[in-house]
C-alpha cells in the first residue's frame, strides 16, 4: 500500500490585542500595514505582494528564500482569492502556497475580530490539506503563531 500523498487538517491559534478590533481589522485590510507584519521577512526577499481587499479580490505574495535559511533561492508564492469580509468582524479566504514549482497546500482560512474588554480577540482557523514536501501542518501553524506575534508588534507602531 502507497503511503498518503495528502495531510488534511484543521487548527485554530486564539490570540489577544489590546486595541480595537477596527485596528486589528486594518492591520489586514490595508496593504501598506499587512505587508510588514505578513509579506517582509528576516529569512526571505520579497519580490512582490499585490493585495485587492475586496469579495472576489486577489492577494499575491513571492518571496525568495535567502542565503543560510533551509531553502535558499527557493521561491515561496501565496495566492489568496478573498471569499467574504464583514469589516472589523471577520475575514475569509482561500488560498494555495507553493515551494519552488511545487504545490504544497491548499487552505481556507478565517480571521474573526471579537471585542473584549481588553481589546480584541482574534480567532484563526485553518482548514487545509497538504501536499509531498508541504513540511505540514505543525510547521504551517508554527508560521501563523510567528506571524502574529509579527502583527502584535505592527498593532504598537
Same mark, same amino acid.
Given at each position: 500500500m502507497e503511503k498518503q500523498s495528502i495531510v488534511h487538517s484543521t487548527y485554530v491559534i486564539e490570540r489577544s490585542y489590546p486595541t480595537t478590533p477596527e485596528r486589528v481589522? %486594518? %492591520?489586514? =485590510?490595508d496593504? =501598506?500595514?499587512k505587508r510588514r507584519w505578513y509579506a517582509e521577512g528576516e529569512g526571505t526577499e520579497l519580490e512582490e505582494f &499585490?493585495? #485587492? /481587499?475586496?469579495?472576489?479580490? =486577489?492577494? +499575491? +505574495?513571492?518571496?525568495? /528564500? &535567502?542565503e543560510g535559511s533551509p531553502f535558499p533561492g527557493v521561491a515561496l508564492v501565496t495566492n489568496s482569492t478573498y471569499q467574504d469580509i464583514v469589516p472589523n468582524r471577520r475575514i475569509v479566504i482561500a488560498y494555495w502556497m507553493s515551494l519552488g514549482d511545487n504545490r504544497i497546500s491548499v487552505s481556507l482560512d478565517t480571521m474573526e475580530f471579537l471585542p473584549t474588554? &481588553?481589546?480584541? #480577540?482574534?480567532?484563526?482557523?485553518?482548514?487545509?490539506? /497538504?501536499?509531498?514536501? +508541504?513540511?505540514?501542518?505543525e510547521m504551517r501553524e508554527e508560521g501563523w503563531r510567528k506571524l502574529f506575534d509579527r502583527l502584535e508588534k505592527e498593532l504598537a507602531r
Open positions: 481589522f %486594518a %492591520a489586514f =485590510a496593504p =501598506a500595514k &499585490k493585495m #485587492d /481587499f475586496r469579495v472576489g479580490g =486577489a492577494e +499575491s +505574495s513571492c518571496r525568495r /528564500f &535567502k474588554e &481588553k481589546g480584541t #480577540d482574534l480567532i484563526f482557523t485553518e482548514q487545509a490539506v /497538504f501536499f509531498e514536501n +508541504s513540511g505540514g501542518p
